[in-house]
């Protein structure tokens, strides 16, 4: 997929890699309509790229609903929709429902709202692209949060899902899932930071991804090295996360 020309949907993009993304897509010459909840700090930001924004909080679907008809109203078209849009939480498995309920409506079910909204538009003309951000989370898992892993798993899964399903239909699908970025939702878990890249290194791959359209984007070699050792010995792989574990956890309490 080439960006230029083409309208295009970010989610989540008044900081992180959502502003990274859209800030690149606009360099490519896309028409980029900027979302988030954040509505001083993202319109400022799209203000500041040359983009349109638009408010909307993705754990809700009328705000997704007025999100999807405003584009299409104003541009016509959706080419490209990223719900990029995330939340992290350190939550373990007593967490009560409303923690449990609140990153779920965020990270998964922001991002069914958008296919369930965007899709049908995108079915009758015969092409679209959808682009979820996951996490390597969600090949992997997060040590911290098991929300975060549990949401992000999902979000791989639904990906896969919609990929197999439409692609005979003319709709293209990208997951992506990237390990430490500089980002402030990082900066919650330092231990994700010891390999970090920016968010334009981040923009960078997802553009040459969507050029490919490749359906798994990562941007760390170990993202997938690791991900086959996973596969290849489960119980290792469980082992080893058991020691980081309580690696982690101690240096957080030193």
């Known amino acids: 997929?080439?960006?230029?020309?083409?309208?295009?949907?970010?989610?989540?993009?008044?900081?992180?890699?959502?502003?990274g993304l859209a800030a690149r897509f606009v360099t490519e010459g896309a028409r980029v309509v900027m979302s988030d909840l954040a509505t001083s700090a993202g319109a400022d930001r799209a203000k500041d790229l040359g983009a349109r924004f638009v408010a909307a909080d993705v754990s809700r679907e009328s705000d997704i609903a007025v999100l999807v008809d405003d584009v299409l109203t104003h541009e016509g078209h959706i080419d490209l929709f990223c719900s990029n849009a995330g939340i992290a939480t350190r939550?373990?498995?007593?967490?009560?429902?409303?923690?449990?309920?609140?990153?779920?409506?965020?990270?998964?079910?922001?991002?069914?709202?958008?296919?369930?909204?965007?899709?049908?538009?995108?079915?009758?003309?015969?092409?679209?692209?959808?682009?979820?951000?996951?996490?390597?989370?969600?090949?992997?898992?997060?040590?911290?949060?098991?929300?975060?892993?549990?949401?992000?798993h999902a979000s791989v899964g639904f990906s896969e899902w919609l990929a197999f399903t439409y692609r005979d239909r003319g709709i293209g699908v990208s997951v992506l899932c990237p390990e430490g970025v500089h980002t402030p939702m990082a900066e919650q878990a330092p231990y994700l930071l010891h390999n970090a890249i920016t968010v334009e290194d981040v923009a960078d791959t997802v553009v040459e991804a969507l050029r490919a359209e490749r359906f798994m984007i990562t941007t760390h070699a170990s993202t997938l090295e690791r991900f086959r050792l996973k596969a290849v010995d489960y119980e290792g792989y469980i082992d080893a996360l058991v020691g980081r574990r309580s690696q982690v956890l101690g240096a957080n309490a030193g």
Not at 116 to 133: A, F, I, K, Q, S
């Open 1 to 19: 997929m080439e960006l230029k020309n083409k309208n295009v949907v970010v989610t989540g993009a008044a900081s992180g890699i959502g502003l």
């Open 91 to 152: 939550m373990d498995a007593l967490a009560d429902d409303s923690t449990w309920e609140r990153i779920i409506d965020v990270n998964l079910n922001g991002q069914i709202r958008a296919a369930r909204h965007v899709l049908p538009h995108m079915l009758e003309r015969g092409e679209g692209y959808l682009l979820n951000t996951a996490s390597a989370a969600g090949l992997l898992t997060e040590l911290e949060s098991v929300g975060y892993a549990t949401t992000k």
